[in-house]
C-alpha cells in the first residue's frame, strides 16, 4: 500500500527531472532569449522613463498553474528590461556599474546545474578549494600575506558587515562598552558601513566624521588629532573605516597616514575598496607622475578590505568579497560546532566559507569568477579597468569645454561636474532638470548626488561595455539639454 501510494507521487512529481529533450527544448529558448538580448544591447536604451514600471507582473500571479516557457520569457522581458535602469548597457554610467561579462553566466550556469557545495570543505573541497585560491589571489593584489583569507560573499555591503563584526570581537567590544567605543569615518563612507553598525549592535558607540581635504578625501592630521582627544577623555577608540574609492567622488583616503594612526592606537584598520580596489591591476600614470597604483599604498597595512568582482572584475551581480589578515580572527566571530555537524570538523585543509561567515548552505558563487578568470586570463581585465580610469579623464576634459564646472580631478573613474547657468538662477534646480533629460532620452544614464547642500551631477564608468561611443553620446546629450534648458 505504502510504496503504491510512494510510486504515484514520484510518478505525479516526475516533471522535477525533464527529460533531455525537455531540457534541449528550454536550454534553446533561454538560449535565444540570452542571446537575442546580448545582441541587441547596443540598440537598447540605457534607462527607460515609463509609466507604472513592472504593473503588468501583477496581471501574472502565481496561481500554481504550469506555463509554457514562451509566455514565461515574454512577461519577463517586458517587465524586465523595457523599465527603469538596464545595468548590462554600456550607457550605464549611474551609481557603480559592472555591467556582467558573459562567462560569469557560465560559472551561475554550472554551480546550479550540479548544485555544488561551497559551504565546508569536508563536503564541497573542489568549491571550497576554489574559492578560497580566489581569495588568496585577491589577498594578493593587496599586498596581504599567504595566511590572510576572507570570504566571498553576496556584494560589499555583506562584506563590510562581516569585517565590522570581527573588528569588533577583535578588539573585544562586549555590551558594556559599546557606549564609550569610538568608531572613524568621513562623510563620504559608503551607507553600507553605517547599517554595518547598527546590524553590528553598535548603534550607541560614537561615530566620528574625521573632516575632508578639498578632494573628499580624509584628513589624516585631523584623525589623529580627534583620536587622541578621545583618548585623553577615556573613550576607546577601536576602528577606523578608510574608503579606496568613494561611491560619491572615487576618493581614496591617504591610507599610509591612516594606517600610522590606527597601528600607533591600536584600532582595527578596515578599507572599503569595494568600488575602487580592482585599480589596483591598472597600470596608469597620474598628471604628476605617480600612478594609480601608488594611490593604493597602505592597503597591505590594513585588517581588513572589501572589494568588489561585481564591479571592478564586471561580473553579473551577486559577488562581493571581504580579505581578512587575521583570519583567525574572522573565524573566532563566524564559527560554530553544531553537533550534527560532527563528521566535518576534522577535514581542516582549507578553511570552511561556513566558519568565515554567517552562511552554512551556500551556493557555488566562485564559479562564476574562478571561470571567466580561467577562461580569460588577466589581460583583458586590467586594459578595460586602465580603459575606464582614461574615459572618465576624457569627459573630465570634455564636459569642461562645454562650460561645465567640475569636482576634483578623479583619482579612479568617477568624477562630478554641474553646469552654472548663465543668467544667475538656482544652479541645483537646473542640473536636476539635466539629469532628468538625460533620462528621457534614455540612452545614457548617469545618477547625481549632494555634496554639502550642491547638486552634483555623477559620472562613473566602470562597466566593460563602456566605450568612447557611450562618453561621446553623453557629452552630446549634456549639449542639446543644456541648450534646450537655458532657452527655456
Ligand atoms: C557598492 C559599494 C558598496 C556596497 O556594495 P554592494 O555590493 O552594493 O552591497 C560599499 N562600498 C562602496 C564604496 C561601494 O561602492
Known amino acids: 500500500m505504502l510504496r503504491k501510494k510512494i510510486e ?47 504593473a503588468a507582473l501583477l496581471d501574472f500571479p502565481l496561481d500554481g498553474q504550469p506555463k509554457p516557457l514562451e509566455q514565461v520569457l515574454g512577461v519577463l522581458k517586458t517587465n524586465l528590461h523595457e523599465a527603469g535602469l538596464n545595468p548590462a548597457s554600456g550607457g550605464h554610467l549611474g551609481y557603480i556599474p559592472g555591467g556582467g561579462i558573459y562567462p560569469t553566466a557560465l560559472g551561475d550556469y554550472l554551480a546550479a546545474v550540479t548544485n555544488a557545495y561551497a559551504g565546508i570543505f569536508f563536503g564541497g573541497p573542489g568549491a571550497v578549494r576554489i574559492e578560497n ?53 568621513t ?21 566620528r566624521n574625521v573632516p575632508m581635504d578639498n578632494r573628499f578625501r580624509m584628513d589624516a592630521s585631523a584623525l589623529a588629532r580627534m583620536v587622541e582627544q578621545d583618548v585623553a577623555e577615556g573613550k576607546k577608540p577601536f ?22 594612526i590606527a597601528e600607533q592606537h591600536g584600532m582595527w584598520f578596515h578599507v572599503d575598496a569595494a568600488y575602487g580596489g580592482f585599480f589596483l591591476l591598472a597600470d596608469v600614470e597620474n598628471p604628476d607622475g605617480s600612478t594609480v597604483k601608488d594611490v593604493f599604498k597602505g592597503i597591505e597595512r590594513s585588517d581588513s578590505v572589501a572589494i ?13 568579497a571581504i580579505l581578512i589578515k587575521d583570519v583567525q580572527a574572522q573565524m573566532a566571530s563566524h564559527y560554530y560546532r553544531a ?28 564559479l562564476r569568477m574562478w571561470l571567466p578568470l580561467q577562461l580569460l586570463g588577466i589581460q583583458p581585465f586590467k586594459s578595460a579597468l586602465e580603459e575606464k580610469i582614461l574615459l572618465c579623464r576624457y569627459f573630465y576634459e570634455a564636459i569642461q ?72 553620446t553623453l557629452l552630446e546629450v549634456f549639449k542639446n539639454g543644456v541648450e534646450k534648458l537655458e532657452k527655456c
Open 8 to 54: 504515484q507521487l514520484a510518478e505525479a512529481s516526475q516533471q522535477l527531472e525533464p527529460s533531455p529533450e525537455q531540457r534541449q527544448s528550454w536550454d534553446a529558448a533561454v538560449h535565444d532569449y540570452a542571446h537575442g538580448y546580448i545582441d541587441s544591447l547596443p540598440t537598447w536604451k540605457a534607462y527607460h522613463v515609463v509609466d507604472n514600471p513592472a
Open 133 to 185: 585560491m580566489l581569495i588568496r589571489w585577491m589577498c594578493e593584489l593587496v599586498g596581504y600575506p599567504a595566511t590572510a583569507l576572507g570570504n566571498l560573499s553576496s556584494g560589499g555591503s555583506i562584506a563590510n558587515l562581516i569585517a565590522f563584526v570581527t573588528a569588533r570581537d577583535s578588539k573585544k567590544i562586549t555590551s558594556r562598552q559599546v557606549r564609550k567605543s569610538v568608531i572613524y569615518l
Open 187 to 207: 562623510e563620504q563612507v559608503h551607507h553600507c558601513v553605517h547599517k554595518a553598525i547598527r546590524i553590528g549592535g553598535m548603534a550607541e558607540a560614537v561615530v
Open 339 to 366: 553537533n550534527y555537524m560532527q563528521d566535518t570538523f576534522d577535514a581542516n585543509e582549507e578553511l570552511s566559507p561556513a566558519d568565515l561567515s554567517p552562511e552554512l548552505t551556500k551556493h557555488f558563487r566562485g
Open 401 to 472: 569645454q562645454l562650460g561645465f564646472e567640475v569636482g576634483p580631478y578623479p583619482e579612479l573613474s568617477v568624477c562630478t561636474y554641474r553646469y552654472v547657468p548663465r543668467d544667475g538662477s538656482d544652479a541645483n534646480d537646473f542640473n536636476r532638470r539635466l539629469v532628468e533629460h538625460v533620462q528621457h532620452d534614455g540612452r545614457i544614464f548617469v545618477s547625481s548626488t549632494n555634496i554639502g547642500g550642491v547638486f552634483w551631477i555623477r559620472l562613473a564608468v566602470l562597466s566593460f561595455r563602456t566605450h568612447l561611443r557611450e562618453i561621446d
Open 308 to 320: 568588489d568582482p561585481h564591479k571592478g572584475m564586471f561580473l553579473a551581480y551577486g559577488l562581493g
Open 239 to 260: 576602528l577606523v573605516v578608510a574608503s579606496a574609492g568613494t561611491t560619491d567622488t572615487g576618493a581614496v583616503d591617504p591610507l599610509e597616514s591612516v594606517a600610522d
